[in-house]
């Protein structure tokens, strides 16, 4: 017989939700946005990372290596332009685990608020939780930069 307590059901989930205020209109931000999370992407030490999305329902997130290679990270949920963004799938883990992105913009006095949300299910390692958390801080910083500075 298995007993599931309420430490072992949050070993096997992650929950990110962040706010991020974007001196810029929603369809600039949604713009830089779509830039940050495919070929502006930047991995660990800053180094290039270059992701493509198809930007419609179905649509892939992955990284093209060439020849065949790559990863594929997620697929377009949902996708209205300078609103919505929503994607699932294994993202960047190499697990049995998967995940709900969701980014929800929202014209505000002085910009655009982003409310991001990230849901994953599965064998999700405590050492993730710590660098993914602080992976996305650094995306949206470079999100709202790009958007601010056009």
Known sequence: MTTTTMSAVEELTLTINEEIHVKATPEVVFEALLEQLGPGMLGREDKPMPLQIEAWPGGRWYRDLGDGNGHLWAHVQAIKRAELLEFYGPLMMSAAAVSNVQYRLSAVPGGTLIKFHHFA???VSSE?????TNGWKRIHERVAQRAEAR
């Open 128 to 132: 993730f939780k710590l660098n993914i």
């Open 121 to 123: 299910l599965g064998v």
